[in-house]
């Protein structure tokens, strides 16, 4: 399971971030369980009002994350999956998905959340959903990530080293 060796890191307060979760729609019920734990996260964080965004699939995460970075949001969490078939479909959206998601932070200077879940089948996905009986909840994690890489840019920002 890939959760093993994952930090234990604890919820601090980020009301004064500007955030969005930028979700795709393919397989609804991992995408329910991804987005779930993402606006988990930011309450647990103490994030008022997080924008929430749906896109068709995962292929289109990475040019609605760069928008929403060059509006000026601190952290923007991208949400999706993408399930092995029988075709080279699977690398290609993959490989986008992950180029276009590392250009958005790198371009933007911005804490982007991977939470793009890539598996051979349904039910890795829904393992790592954050649903009930899931072993993993990745749509928190990848939250959580981003907003304590966000806290750390803010800090970097204002001349401090974290």
């Not at 609804?28 to 964080?45: N, P, T």
């Not at 829904?126 to 990848?142: N, V």
């Amino acid at each position: 399971m890939s959760g093993a060796g994952a930090p234990d890191q604890k919820p601090v307060d980020c009301h004064d971030l500007r955030v969005a979760v930028v979700a795709a729609s393919w397989h609804e019920q991992v995408m329910d369980g991804l987005l779930d734990g993402a606006l988990r996260a930011c309450r647990d964080f103490k994030v008022e009002a997080p924008s929430v965004v749906r896109v068709p699939g995962t292929f289109e995460l990475p040019v609605v994350a760069a928008a929403l970075a060059a509006q000026g949001y601190d952290a923007v969490v991208a949400l999706g999956v993408v399930i092995r078939g029988g075709t080279p479909h699977f690398d290609y959206v993959c490989n986008a998905a992950t180029d276009g998601l590392t250009r958005v932070a790198l371009d933007h200077q911005a804490a982007v959340g991977f939470g793009v879940l890539t598996c051979d089948d349904d039910q890795q996905a829904l393992d790592r959903a954050g649903l009930e009986g899931s072993k993993e909840d990745k749509g928190y994690e990848a939250t959580s990530a981003a907003l304590l890489t966000a806290q750390t840019l803010r800090t970097i920002k204002r001349g401090y080293e974290t």
